[in-house]
């Protein structure tokens, strides 16, 4: 057991939400686009996230549909 399974598991969308709180004046346009490219590149990752669940799940539908 480690220290991080000790500590309590962050609540589902907590850190999107501070991301849409963040005062976006502080960056600079460089800082602005390394945001955008590192924001891309979550959705890309949560897009094959969704791909692969969905396969799952048409896989599993098929196996317990007994038409």
């Keep these: 057991m480690t220290f ?3 500590e309590p598991r962050p609540q589902g969308g907590e850190a999107l939400r501070a991301l849409g ?3 976006l004046d502080l960056y ?3 800082e602005l686009h390394e945001r955008i ?3 891309e590149a ?3 990752r949560s ?3 969704i791909e692969g ?3 799952k799940r ?3 539908d098929a196996l317990f549909n007994f038409r």
Aim: glycine share 0%; proline share 0%; charged share 40%.
């Design 4 to 6: 991080e399974d000790l």
């Design 47 to 49: 897009r094959t996230a």
């Design 58 to 60: 048409s896989a599993a």
């Design 53 to 55: 669940k969905s396969s």
């Design 42 to 44: 979550e959705i890309a």
């Design 37 to 39: 490219a590192a924001l």
């Design 21 to 23: 709180r963040e005062d």
């Design 28 to 30: 600079a346009v460089d």
